[in-house]
């Protein structure tokens, strides 16, 4: 089992920014294929973003590409999601997963059956 732990979330107008971050315990520079995922009430679990802690190859969702931005601190083991233009569907609850070693083409895809190890999520709340 991995500990990961997110932060970042809350509320903002449409039009707005958020950043949140997802560290994950152990030593520096190890290997974490890791993706941001959510869920909004009523729906199923979707991918936004995932990239390799170590890698700088970026993987996105279709409805977040040119909005949003993944990116990481090796040295930390910490995974960021920069999230511009925020939108109104963009509210759900953002998890963020990791599983040790290399990015699988399923976790490549975000498909969030691919990753065993998960956040407890941070809300992300955006009025119109």
């Known amino acids: 089992q991995v500990p990961v732990v997110e932060s970042g979330g809350g509320s903002v107008q449409a039009g707005g920014s958020l950043r949140l971050s997802c560290r994950v315990s152990?030593?520096?520079?190890?290997?974490?294929?890791m993706g941001w995922f959510r869920q909004a009430p009523g729906k199923e679990r979707e991918g936004v973003a995932a990239?390799?802690?170590?890698?700088?190859?970026?993987y996105y969702a279709d409805s977040v590409v040119g909005r949003f931005t993944i990116s990481k601190d090796s040295a930390k083991n910490t995974l960021y999601l920069q999230m511009n233009s925020l939108k109104p569907e963009d509210t759900a609850m953002y998890y963020c997963?990791?599983?040790?070693?290399?990015?699988?083409?399923?976790?490549?895809?975000?498909?969030?059956?691919?990753?065993?190890?998960w956040g407890q999520g941070t809300q992300v709340t955006v009025s119109s």
């Open positions: 997963a990791a599983e040790t070693g290399w990015c699988t083409d399923s976790m490549k895809s975000l498909v969030p059956g691919a990753f065993v190890n």
């Open positions: 152990g030593y520096s520079y190890s290997s974490y294929c």
């Open positions: 990239m390799h802690i170590l890698q700088i190859s970026t």
